[in-house]
T-cell receptor
């Protein structure tokens, strides 16, 4: 099956801990994205990468970090500097202007 | 930055009726897209309309684009209970990088 996978589906962490969310795609897409979605809200762009070993900050990058060492993988780390990390996180990749989304990871900080 | 704004924020109609959602944006765009999100899931692409197009159809979906008013509408005809979802418009700015800016969405409920 071709597509985007995110893991885990649900993640619980204590306040002050760093956590890493996984995003993998086998669509051979160059560009990948991370979004945050809060309840009843739209998507806000955290980071994006248009090519391997390169990435740019989105609108709400503070408290997050990413890496893009492989074309297939674009992990997101939520650091302790992110003041309100509880949210739904969506990863996407793009081809011909259309974005393909993963199923999301729901992060809850206790 | 939030570019698109959907209207209404929530819409509830009876099965079989048509549903119309609107989106307004602020800057010049290359194209506008509509996505659907079922509760707790990722988004699914529905349709893309380019800035030089005025109307596009896909099955029961009809999208219009008015670049002079910086607005778009999504019409779902003969709605079904399975159409219950949130619908988002997304735009990419002409001078921006290859990234989309999403609106806050319209929550559509189809009552059987």
């Amino acid at each position: 099956d071709g597509g985007i996978t995110q893991s885990p589906k649900y993640l619980f962490r204590k306040e002050g801990q760093n956590v890493t969310l996984s995003c993998e795609q086998n669509l051979n897409h160059d560009a990948m994205y991370w979004y945050r979605q809060d309840p009843g809200q739209g998507l806000r762009l955290i980071y994006y990468s248009q090519i391997v070993n390169d990435f740019q900050k989105g609108d709400i990058a503070e408290g997050y970090s990413v890496s893009r060492e492989k074309k297939e993988s674009f992990p997101l780390t939520v650091t302790s500097a992110q003041k309100n990390p509880t949210a739904f996180y969506l990863c996407a990749s793009t081809a011909n202007n259309e974005q393909f989304f993963g199923p999301g990871t729901r992060l809850t900080v206790l | 930055s939030q570019q698109g704004e959907e209207d209404p924020q929530a819409l509830s109609i009876q099965e079989g009726e048509n549903a119309t959602m609107n989106c307004s944006y602020k800057t010049s765009i290359n194209n506008l897209q509509w996505y659907r999100q079922n509760s707790g899931r990722g988004l699914v692409h529905l349709i893309l309309i380019r800035s030089n197009e005025r109307e596009k159809h896909s099955g029961r979906l009809r999208v219009t684009l008015d670049t002079s008013k910086k607005s778009s509408s999504l019409l779902i005809t003969a709605s079904r209970a399975a159409d219950t979802a949130s619908y988002f418009c997304a735009t990419d700015e002409i001078q921006g990088a290859q990234k989309l800016v999403f609106g806050q969405g319209t929550r559509l409920t189809i009552n059987p």
